[in-house]
T-cell receptor
Framework: EAQVTQNPRYLITVTGKKLTVTCSQN?????MSWYRQDPGLGLRQIYY???????DKGDVPEGYKVSRKEKRNFPLILESPSPNQTSLYFC????????????FGDGTRLSIL | GESVGLHLPTLSVQEGDNSIINCAYS??????FIWYKQESGKGPQFIID?????DKRQGQRVTVLLNKTVKHLSLQIAATQPGDSAVYFC???????????FGTGTRLTVIP
């Protein structure tokens, strides 16, 4: 089954404790992206990747890092999480560029205390 | 319709009625538009798309209308069912862009 898989689905942690949210897709898609979703603000893009070893900042990249060492994986790293990063996070992928329908994972709810 | 702010626009309809969800987009250069459905606890799912060389596109029970003059997009759902209850987002993008830009969403509640 074609899918985007995120882990963990839920995480409660404390300020400053580094965490990684993994994202993996099995569709051989070139483009991958991370979004955060906050009430009333919709989906805002954090980082995206056009291909292996190619990453770019989205609209709200501060406090986040990403890497794209393999085509299928695109982890989101919070080196020193803060409470304002409490949010619902989605990973997405699409076959070519970012201006196509993107397939989304089911989300990771992060709470930073 | 959608707007930026703290409150998610809501629409309540009776089961069996038709629903119309509106979206105002901002970029006159946008030439490709997508509607997504997001159910509780899930990621957004693709419903239907439309390019700017069309003003109407139909799918199964859904129709998207595009009015480029006023930068307005709408999603019509025929014979709305309880399973249609969700948040609906429009997204816009353009040829050569690297991203989709999402609206804030509209919550549709279907009353049985």
């Amino acid at each position: 089954e074609a899918q985007v898989t995120q882990n963990p689905r839920y995480l409660i942690t404390v300020t400053g404790k580094k965490l990684t949210v993994t994202c993996s897709q099995n569709m051989n898609h070139e483009y991958m992206s991370w979004y955060r979703q906050d009430p009333g603000l919709g989906l805002r893009q954090i980082y995206y990747s056009m291909n292996v070893e190619v990453t770019d900042k989205g609209d709200v990249p501060e406090g986040y890092k990403v890497s794209r060492k393999e085509k299928r994986n695109f982890p989101l790293i919070l080196e020193s999480p803060s409470p304002n990063q409490t949010s619902l996070y989605f990973c997405a992928s699409s076959p070519g560029t970012g201006n196509q329908p993107q397939h989304f994972g089911d989300g990771t709810r992060l709470s930073i205390l | 319709g959608e707007s930026v702010g703290l409150h998610l626009p809501t629409l309540s309809v009776q089961e069996g009625d038709n629903s119309i969800i509106n979206c105002a987009y901002s970029n006159s250069a946008s030439d490709y538009f997508i509607w997504y459905k997001q159910e509780s606890g899930k990621g957004p799912q693709f419903i239907i798309d439309i390019r700017s060389n069309m003003d109407k596109r139909q799918g199964q029970r859904v129709t998207v209308l595009l009015n480029k003059t006023v930068k307005h997009l709408s999603l019509q759902i025929a014979a709305t069912q309880p399973g249609d209850s969700a948040v609906y987002f429009c997204a816009e993008t353009s040829t050569g862009a690297n991203n989709l830009f999402f609206g804030t969403g509209t919550r549709l509640t279907v009353i049985p």
